[in-house]
């Protein structure tokens, strides 16, 4: 192995070692220094004894050919980085405390042709044979995945807040009460980082899921498509026009994200293994995800035992794959099962229209750069399923040498019948926008196991492409390029003529308003009706503060933000908990006295607030409505939050 290759496999081995072990001493004991120090030493001591199993370091020296230093390159290198600073300059200039949907709506149109000539420049470096062209690679996939944590440095998303809360106590008192069996990897990696003197916890909760996925995704498939790909050009290009699809599960950090990553690499590295050592990082790796988010982590162990079994010289193994499979398709099925009996929700089965999937859309109603990103976007299906096919066919052709993609299209379809199933449960106990999130995730499971016929027809066309003409070189170029730029777009929340993601990022406002509220609060428990943004903002200020029986008020000690157990969290959480219901009678019914003081009933507190956005719908006429019935109320930041107070 070179250098780099074992660097990034031991790497990847202490990541996945520290997620799964930290997470199983979280769960038996407790993160504090202690249970640090047993995690490391475990670590360790199973690292120690994985290395002396399985070398990491026993495959053979790659050769490569030493590249010449073109003229004009140091110009080249230079322009590269200059350019890739004032990509960087452009998005913290734009950064925006005041409430946005979009990051596009802050940053500047010209951002765009700056990353376009910074593109042109990565793949002159890549066409020229740069030794930092990887490395460049890199850097380009971390500016891209990071345009909202950079732009929005109060936070992005909601769930997002919630586990930042629940770290900041893991930090401090070691756990929280009860202990989830899901989410414990991230927590637990997160937080025996954070240890390492002057780590920020709040820049690596954010920048977590990004970073990683910026230097191990380009890095791992360039070790990968060594093994099928000869050219390193080839290589390099196709990792580089991977990012043609839309990476929006990459660009932050959530438990659901971190796993869907962890996955991703399984499956490059499967691309390339033929030995123990990576069998066994790709076991990390699985057992990495199962700790921090099931709905990945169950395909992944499953299929670690698929890959193992391919490669295992078992009689009869396609009696077991057929066993394996049938296990992939009904054990996220039946795991949402158990969950919806446990939530109280029959097992029956959901009615709902299905949606058209086979059904061209051709936007034609603004400019044509607008149509152009919006043809792309409707039907990135059929272009992605193309782009699959293709690969499908070129693996056929070569299926005495390409016999393992077999295992991914089994998984993959394996994975689009568990969706088919799982769409059709019943998930009532979530509010009614939340409810297809589960099986679409299963989704984005099944389209991942597609990954490697997509990256091999795009490496067959490039290769094909290295060969024509220089005209037509450059006219593909540009077309991948502007792909590239479209998919950027495509990958962030949207605000625009055909768009609305709708969810406002967490303002300035909104957390001078929950401090107000509990600055002038007269009684020390009160509840808040508010949207998820608002909700947001008061974890990020004051964690798990609150909860409320419906006769008694809970230790202040964090239990669940979802109100498990009857407790009901003093802010409103639109996945669970009777508050925000009350809050959606007051912003699309009537904001009425009478829902406050149910409300205040419901948690046996005397003092209840209400807290309006100036950009919700309709904004003007419930303002005035609650007026009339509030017993006074606070305007904050000139019009942007109003607040009413409510008292028995």
């Known amino acids: 192995m070179t250098i780099f290759q074992k660097l990034h496999h031991h790497s990847l081995l202490l990541i996945s070692l520290t997620t799964f072990i930290g997470a199983g001493v979280y769960k038996i004991y407790a993160l504090n220094w202690a249970g640090i120090f047993i995690t490391l030493i475990l670590v360790f001591y199973l690292y120690y004894i994985i290395l002396q199993k399985f070398p ?13 230093r073109k003229k004009g390159f140091t110009v080249l290198f230079l322009c590269f980085y200059v350019t890739l600073f004032l990509c960087f300059f452009i998005l913290f200039k734009s950064q925006a405390s005041n409430a946005l949907i979009s990051p596009w709506q802050t940053i500047p149109w010209y951002f765009f042709l700056y990353l376009a000539f910074l593109l042109v420049l990565l793949i002159l470096q890549i066409v020229w044979r740069s030794k930092t062209a990887l490395f460049s690679i890199f850097l380009f996939y971390f500016l891209i995945f990071s345009i909202a944590i950079i732009v929005f440095p109060l936070g992005f998303g ?10 900041e106590i893991i930090a401090e008192n070691g756990a929280v009460s009860p202990k989830p069996l899901y989410y414990l990897g991230q927590y637990s990696l997160l937080t025996i980082i954070n240890k390492i003197p002057f780590a920020s916890l709040s820049l690596l909760h954010f920048y977590l899921v990004p970073l990683l996925a910026a230097i191990f995704i380009p890095t791992t498939l360039y070790l990968a498509l060594h093994k099928w790909l000869r050219s390193k050009q080839t290589i390099l290009l196709s990792t580089l026009a991977l990012l043609i699809i839309p990476f929006g599960i990459l660009i932050f950090t959530t438990p659901q994200n971190l796993a869907f990553l962890f996955l991703i690499l399984i499956i490059i590295l499967s691309l390339k293994s033929d030995s123990w050592p990576d069998l066994i990082l790709i076991y990390g790796l699985a057992l990495a995800a199962l700790a921090t988010h099931a709905i990945a982590g169950i395909p992944a162990v499953f299929f670690a035992l698929v890959l193992t079994l391919y490669h295992s010289n078992i009689k009869n193994k396609k009696y077991i794959f057929i066993v394996l499979y049938l296990l992939l398709i009904i054990a996220l099925p039946l795991a949402f099962s158990l969950v919806n009996k446990a939530n109280g929700t029959s097992a029956e089965i959901a009615a709902g229209a299905s949606a058209p999937l086979l059904s061209i859309s051709n936007p034609n109603t603004e400019n044509i750069i607008l149509n ?16 699959a096919i293709a690969g499908i066919i070129i693996a056929w052709r070569h299926r005495r040498t390409c016999t393992i993609f077999s295992i991914y299209l089994l998984a993959s379809l394996s994975l ?4 088919l199933i799982t769409s059709k449960l019943n998930f009532s106990y979530l509010i009614f926008y939340e409810q297809a999130n589960f099986s679409n995730r299963i989704l984005i499971l099944s389209f991942l ?13 490039i290769n094909k492409l290295q060969k024509q003409n220089r005209f037509m070189q450059i006219t593909f170029g540009v077309f991948f390029v502007s792909l590239i730029l479209i998919s950027t777009y495509l990958s962030y929340p949207r605000f625009d003529n055909y768009h609305n993601s709708h969810s406002y990022t967490v303002s300035q406002s909104d957390i001078n308003a929950v401090n107000w509220i509990e600055t002038n609060k007269e009684n020390e428990d009160y509840i808040v009706l508010a949207n998820q943004q608002v909700s947001a903002a008061a974890l990020h200020e004051f964690g798990f503060k609150k909860y409320y029986t419906p006769l008694s008020v809970i ?12 407790e009901v969290f003093f802010y409103p959480i639109p996945t669970g908990g009777p508050l925000y219901q009350f809050y959606l009678d007051m912003v699309y019914e009537k904001p009425s006295r009478e829902t406050m003081l149910k409300a205040m009933e419901l948690t046996n507190v005397n003092e209840a607030y209400f807290v309006l956005n100036k950009y919700w719908w309709a904004s003007d006429k419930i303002l005035a409505e609650a007026k009339l019935e509030a017993d006074s109320y606070e305007v904050i930041d000139k019009n942007e939050v109003y607040v009413f107070r409510y008292l028995k």
């Not at 152009?372 to 782009?387: D, E, G, H, K, S």
């Not at 689009?416 to 969706?419: A, D, L, N």
């Open 449 to 461: 196991f597609l990954l490697p016929f997509i990256a091999l027809s795009l490496a067959a066309f």
């Open 416 to 419: 689009f019948t568990s969706y």
């Open 56 to 68: 990491l370091d026993n495959s053979p020296q790659q050769k490569h050919s030493k590249n010449k």
């Open 555 to 566: 230790s202040p000690s964090p239990v669940s933000v979802w109100g498990s157990g009857g």
């Open 372 to 387: 152009t990103v919006y043809f792309y976007a409707l039907n990135l299906r059929f272009i992605l399923l193309a782009l």
């Open 158 to 167: 909601f769930d997002p807040f919630v586990h930042q809360a629940t770290l």
